[in-house]
């Protein structure tokens, strides 16, 4: 019965082969007592009737035991006399229906169960809440009572702590990328002298990722494409700690709280009184933790925060709105950004499993994305109507992109509009920077999320424009001026897709100042340009994405040849994407 046990099940009556041999005399009886009857004579009759008696007495023990008669025949015991053994039976649920019921066996403190075998929630019914030992509330510092450092890789806790002995044992990270090594070497360099690895020896198919700009996220990709890339152990721990970080501050109904992590403190960042804005961005925070670990490879249904995961998408997917917006109560200024950030998780999710609960959501948030889009400008902005600012664009875009690759249908007028607003930010003498609205001046940020956003779409981009950014985004490198994640997100995505001498000199800067500011925790400090308004899960999740550049994206045009040519052009020679 699959765990269920009945606490009468010890009654012989039970037994089906006992009561059909009851049943059968009784009826046998019967049966004589009339035959007996029709001989006439006294001893006949007198055996009939002793037949009789016992038909009788057989057929009252069947009616006064027919209650206890629970399996008879095959049927199944009463519920309320059944208690649940939970260590009997399991159900493997692999999709993300939310019509099925949860899998009442998993439980959220067995990673590797949750890993393994992780079960959809139903979009009406609360979700379970976070284990005890990863949901410690926050101190007045910000940080969690537990030191994660304590638990983290030697290879980040070294960074924090000088004093560390150096000769103890490799961490698991270092491990993990040496255990490549082999591969790489077999696979990348057949012969000795020749050269490391390119982003074109990467493997472009992995188990569990639809789709082939997410295929880096795991596996032999994802350590390939790290080492050839740019990135390393250390900056894989801090990636590790700031996940870490994210799922022990995930709320219990799946989301994670802007209130608690300090967002919505008003800073007049570019002279602008926004109101606190980030209080209400709920799903705007959601879906940046969300992009950040599934970044890392992680879904609903693989990975070591797939739980987190699910638990998250549960909660978008219930608070959808019926015209599709995922900004749950977010206020003007923030709504669009938080339709986007968790839209375009969401599609993400989409894309990389084909989950169809997923893809009803991200279906009906891109469609919410389209009808947010100014149709004659083709921009966004905070509400419908509005011209547009190129801020916005870029999240919008990119829901459109994902949403794309999860095979949800969108109109190619929308991504052409699209194009015409990034054309009408250009400026400079080549039009290689950008500005935030069309006429104001360009600044890196703007220039950043232009060349990304044309870039990730596989826009022809001119070389001159190309060194006209590069030349001005590395005036102000990581470590010069105010901390800006959001600005630094977008020009590791642009200068990634580049791999060339400014990504190189760029993520060399990136990697040591992002590093060096990570907390014990595993998050980052608020202290950055917009950090005020995110609070803590944004300059984490923002600095997670950063470094996790080197295998969120597949590299443009490196499936069939390297990208050696490019990022060593000869003298007098320019390069165009």
């Not at 790290?226 to 109904?253: C, I, Y």
Request: with cysteine; proline share 7%.
């Amino acid at each position: 019965m699959n765990g269920l046990t009945d606490p009468a099940s010890d009654t012989p009556w039970n037994e089906p082969v006992l009561a059909t041999i009851v049943a059968a005399a009784a009826v046998s009886m019967l049966v004589a007592t009339i035959w007996l009857m029709r001989r006439r004579s006294r001893d006949g009759r007198g055996a009939a009737a002793i037949c009789l008696a016992v038909s009788v007495a057989l057929h009252a023990l069947l009616i006064y035991a027919l209650p206890s008669l629970k399996r008879w025949g095959g049927g199944q015991s009463t519920l309320d006399s059944v208690v649940y053994d939970p260590g009997a039976g399991e159900l493997t649920i692999t999709n993300f229906d939310p019509q099925l019921e949860p899998d009442s066996a998993a439980t959220p403190d067995s990673p590797s169960k949750a890993a393994s075998m992780i079960a959809p929630l139903p979009v009406a019914m609360s979700i379970e809440a976070v284990p005890p030992q990863t949901a410690s509330v926050l101190e007045a510092t910000g940080e969690r009572s537990d030191d994660v450092s304590a638990r983290l890789p030697t290879a980040l806790a070294s960074s924090r702590q000088p004093e560390a002995d150096a000769n103890r044992t490799e961490d698991f990270l270092s491990q993990w990328l040496s255990a490549d090594a082999d591969v790489v070497a077999s696979k990348t360099q057949p012969s000795p002298g020749s050269p490391p690895p390119t982003p074109a020896s990467i493997p472009h198919s992995v188990p569990g990722l639809s789709d082939a700009d997410f295929a880096h996220r795991a596996g032999d990709a994802k350590r390939l494409a790290l080492m050839a890339t740019g990135g390393d152990e250390n900056t894989e721990a801090a990636v590790e700690a700031a996940l870490k970080w994210l799922a022990a501050d995930q709320r219990p109904d799946g989301s994670w709280d802007p209130v608690s992590s300090g967002a919505g403190r008003e800073t007049l960042t570019l002279g602008t009184d926004r109101g606190g804005a980030g209080k209400s961005a709920t799903h705007g925070l959601t879906g940046l933790a969300l992009l950040s670990m599934l970044g890392a490879g992680n879904t609903h249904l693989e990975g070591p925060y797939a739980d987190s995961v699910r638990r998250g998408l549960t909660f978008l997917i219930q608070t959808q709105h019926p015209d599709g917006s995922l900004a749950g109560n977010a206020s003007l200024y923030e709504s669009n950004y938080c339709h986007g950030m968790a839209a375009l998780a969401m599609c993400e999710a989409a894309a990389m499993t084909n989950d169809p609960s997923a893809m009803r959501t991200a279906g009906a948030a891109v469609r919410y994305t389209l009808a947010m889009q100014h149709p004659a400008t083709g921009g966004w902005r905070y509400a419908k109507g509005d011209a547009g600012d190129l801020s916005q664009l870029g999240w919008q875009v990119m829901v459109m992109d994902s949403g794309r690759r999860a095979s949800i249908a969108v109109s190619p007028h929308s991504m052409a509009a699209a194009s015409r607003f990034l054309r009408s930010v250009r400026a400079g003498q080549h039009g290689g920077l950008a500005c935030y609205r069309p006429g104001e001046s360009p600044t890196r940020t703007m220039t950043a999320e232009a060349l990304a956003t044309r870039l990730l779409l596989d826009e022809t981009v001119p070389a001159n424009e190309i060194e006209e950014a590069e030349a001005f985004l590395l005036r102000q490198p990581p470590g010069v001026g105010k901390d800006n994640y959001y600005g630094w997100y977008y020009t590791s995505l642009a200068l990634h897709q580049l791999q060339d001498d400014a990504w190189t000199r760029w993520n060399d800067a990136m990697k040591s100042r992002l590093i060096a500011r990570q907390m014990p925790g595993g998050s980052w400090p608020t202290d950055e340009e917009w950090g005020g308004y995110g609070g803590r899960v944004y300059t984490t999740a923002m600095a997670t994405m950063c470094l996790e550049v080197y295998y969120r994206h597949a590299i443009r045009g490196t499936e069939l040849k390297a990208l050696s040519a490019e990022a060593a052009p000869s003298p007098g020679t320019t390069k165009t994407r």
